[in-house]
C-alpha cells in the first residue's frame, strides 16, 4: 500500500505516514503523551520520547537502511531465531527484522495513547528459502507516557515447532560506564563474549556495571530491570511477559570498530536490555498455537 493510501485508512491529526531513511515507509507519532517513529520494514520502532523527556531508544548514525539489512538501533525483533543461524549463510537473528510488514490497524486510546498493529505471514518473506512453516506474526505497539512492544507468534502449520526470538532494545544512555542496571542480582548467566568460550554457571553479584564488552543472556528470570542513569537523571524500568531470559549487550571497544553500520565510539551512549527466549528458554508453539513475547518500559 502507497504512503497516500496509508495515511487515507489509517492517518490522522497525531499519526503521519511519510517515506523514511531508505526510503521505507515511517510510522510517525505525535500524541500528547509521547513521540514515535516505526520502520514499517521490520517491524521497527526506532524513536520513543515521552512529552518532556530525553529520547528513551537509542539509533546509530551508522545504521543501514538498506532492503536485506538490519536497523541498528530501536527495537529489532529477533525471529524465528535469535543470534547466529543453524548455518553460515542465514541471516542472524532471523528473518523478521528484514521483511516488510503490513498495516493491520492504528487506534487513537481513551487513554490518549496510540495503538498500531503491524503483520508479517511466510508470503511477505523475500527470501522464502528461509521460511520453514506457515506461521503469521503479529507486533503491535502502544505509545503513550510509556512504550508497550507486543509480539505474537502463531504457528499455522501442523507440527510443534521451536522458536528463540527477542525484542532487542536498544536503550539511549548518558555514559554506559556510569549507569547501573538492577533487579538481576543472585540470577545465572551465559557469559557470550565474542572470541572467548560461552560460560555458564555465573552468577550476578549486585548491580551491573558496564566497563567491558557485556553479552549475557541472564537465565530463570521473569524479574523488571531496571537502568539508573545519574547523567540524564532518570531510571528507566523494562517489564516483559512471555520471556525467561534476559540478555545484556554492550560491544564496547573492539566490536564497535568491527561492525560497519555501529560508530566506534557510539557504545557509551547505549546499552541493550532484551527480552528473550533463547537457550534454555527456548519456545515450542504448538499447532494451530501463539506465543506472546511483550515488554513494557517506563520512565520511573
Request: glycine letters at 8%; a negative charge; aromatic letters at 8%.
Amino acid at each position: 500500500m502507497d504512503i497516500d493510501s496509508l495515511q487515507q485508512q489509517f492517518g490522522s491529526d497525531t499519526v503521519k505516514f511519510v517515506k523514511g531513511p531508505g526510503e521505507f515507509v515511517s510510522i510517525e507519532i505525535a500524541n500528547a503523551k509521547a513521540k514515535a517513529k516505526i520502520c514499517t520494514y521490520g517491524a521497527h520502532i526506532m524513536e520513543f520520547t515521552p512529552a518532556g523527556q530525553l529520547p528513551l531508544l537509542w539509533m546509530s548514525k551508522s545504521s543501514w537502511f538498506e532492503a536485506g539489512k538490519p536497523i541498528r538501533g530501536g527495537v529489532p525483533l529477533c525471529w524465528p531465531w535469535f543470534g547466529a543461524g543453524a548455518s553460515p549463510e542465514l541471516p542472524a537473528h532471523g528473518f523478521a527484522r528484514l521483511s516488510q510488514w503490513q498495516v493491520a490497524g492504528v487506534e487513537a486510546l481513551e487513554c490518549g495513547a496510540t495503538h498500531v498493529t503491524l503483520t508479517l505471514s511466510g508470503r511477505d518473506v523475500t527470501n522464502q528459502a528461509l521460511v520453514k512453516f506457515p506461521f503469521e506474526l503479529q507486533m503491535e505497539f502502544t505509545v503513550g507516557s510509556r512504550l508497550q512492544l507486543k509480539l505474537t507468534m502463531r504457528n499455522l502449520s501442523d507440527q510443534p515447532q521451536v522458536v528463540t526470538d527477542a525484542l532487542h532494545t536498544y536503550f539511549s544512555v548518558s555514559d554506559a560506564e556510569k549507569i547501573a542496571i538492577r533487579g538481576l542480582d543472585l540470577v545465572g548467566y551465559e557469559d557470550r563474549v565474542v572470541g572467548a568460550p560461552v560460560v555458564y554457571g555465573n552468577v550476578q553479584a549486585g548491580d551491573i556495571k558496564i566497563s567491558a564488552e557485556v553479552d549475557r543472556i541472564y537465565l530463570d528470570t521473569m524479574s523488571a530491570v531496571e537502568i539508573v542513569d545519574p547523567g540524564f537523571k532518570r531510571t528507566i524500568r523494562i517489564e516483559k511477559e512471555g520471556s525467561a531470559s534476559t540478555v545484556v549487550w554492550n560491544p564496547w571497544v573492539r566490536k564497535s570498530h568491527a561492525m560497519p553500520d555501529f560508530g566506534d565510539d557510539e557504545f557509551h551512549g547505549m546499552v541493550c536490555i532484551e527480552a528473550v527466549n533463547a537457550s534454555i528458554d527456548a519456545r515450542t508453539i504448538e499447532p494451530g498455537g501463539t506465543h506472546v513475547l511483550a515488554q513494557k518500559i517506563t520512565i520511573l
